[in-house]
């Protein structure tokens, strides 16, 4: 019996410290840390690591363009604070890019790219400050099983592109803003207890959801807000056919315009995508919410459906993961 406890012992304490960082990085931009800058502080952490890489960012305005490569993974990174801890950059589609002598595009424009698995961000702000310049984006993440928590995204035509069918992503506690098509893309993405703020007339989400994905972006419990004088916006609109997004338990604001979604015609390449796409609400709350005003080929989900709109269920894969 004694050997056996020392042995359960020696298993709880080999637990434990597996589930601690293997390093712990600090960034300052008062050279009081390791690194002065994020991307310096990313590049030291080892390909393939061995566990999780803890990078603490300490207050102050970087002005950085940041990429997590798919070589690195499982590296979480922690703000000071999100109001004061802020990632900048102005890139944009049509920009010149100095290095290269080419102009930049939607998905190169972005301040920080995640293309690793297993990254966590909170207590950040991340931001592209151009603006009506064309799209811009500020966080654009293509790795798989991505948390950000307690952060802001802040831009305005694409702040955050959700890439990559394969991606699962998750926000919770975020604040989001932008103008068109800020929200987009491929991914199986929720948002929980997020703030979703339009700053001009136009479509929030612009999914572009596989046919063989069961879940585009989920919104879960948010809240819809705009900027003062914003009065005319769409819930999304289908950036390709099986385009997929669900409201869930949300507050609407009276800036959302009574048929909710936008079929997107006009596009030759990709005619009548209503048709395809799945467009749904459940519980929406607020003056923005009129479920009998809603365009015929949106839904309004039942109770029962709702079973299949848990987190587990819409992250499901072979690995179980729960964020």
């Known amino acids: 019996m004694k050997k056996l406890f020392s042995f359960l012992s020696f298993c709880f304490v080999v637990l434990s410290f597996a589930q601690l960082p293997y390093i712990t990085i600090t960034v300052a931009k008062d050279s009081s840390g390791d690194f002065t800058t994020i991307q ?12 999780e890489a803890l990078i603490k960012i300490k207050s ?23 109001e004061n801890t802020i990632i900048t950059n102005d890139d944009f589609s049509g920009k010149l890019n100095p290095l290269t002598n080419e102009k930049f595009n939607t998905f190169n424009s972005y301040t920080f790219l995640v293309a690793g698995d297993n990254v966590k961000i909170s207590n950040l702000t991340i931001k592209n400050s151009s603006c009506k310049q064309g799209q811009a984006v500020a966080l654009h993440v ?24 394969h991606s699962r992503q998750y926000y919770e506690n975020c604040y989001i803003e932008g103008t068109t098509d800020f929200i987009f893309g491929q991914a199986t993405v929720v948002f929980k207890n997020c703030e979703i703020k339009s700053l001009a007339n136009s479509y929030i989400t612009a999914a572009a959801t596989s046919k063989d994905n069961p879940f585009g972006f989920v ?4 809240h819809l807000t705009a900027k003062e004088g914003v009065s005319k916006v769409y819930l999304g609109r289908p950036w390709r056919p099986f385009a997929k997004t669900v409201f869930i338990n949300t507050t609407m604001e009276s800036h959302i315009v009574p048929e909710g979604w936008n079929p997107w015609n006009g596009d030759k390449m990709f005619p009548d995508k209503e048709k395809t796409a ?45 964020p």
Not at 155 to 163: F, K, R, V
């Open 40 to 51: 310096s502080a990313i590049n030291s952490v080892r390909d393939l690591g061995p566990a």
């Open 219 to 222: 919104f879960i419990d948010c």
């Open 142 to 165: 293509e790795g798989d099983r991505f948390v950000m928590k307690n952060s802001k995204i802040l831009g305005c035509q694409d702040t955050l592109y959700s890439a990559t069918d």
């Open 278 to 322: 799945f467009y749904a609400e459940f519980g929406s709350k607020g003056s923005g919410s009129n479920p009998d005003k809603r365009v015929e080929w949106a839904h309004q989900l039942s109770k029962k459906d709702l079973k299949n709109y848990t987190v587990e269920k819409i992250f499901k894969k072979s690995d179980n993961w729960i």
């Open 60 to 82: 102050g305005i970087y002005n950085e363009k940041i990429v997590i490569p798919s070589s690195k993974h499982w590296i979480t990174i922690e703000g000071e604070n999100k």
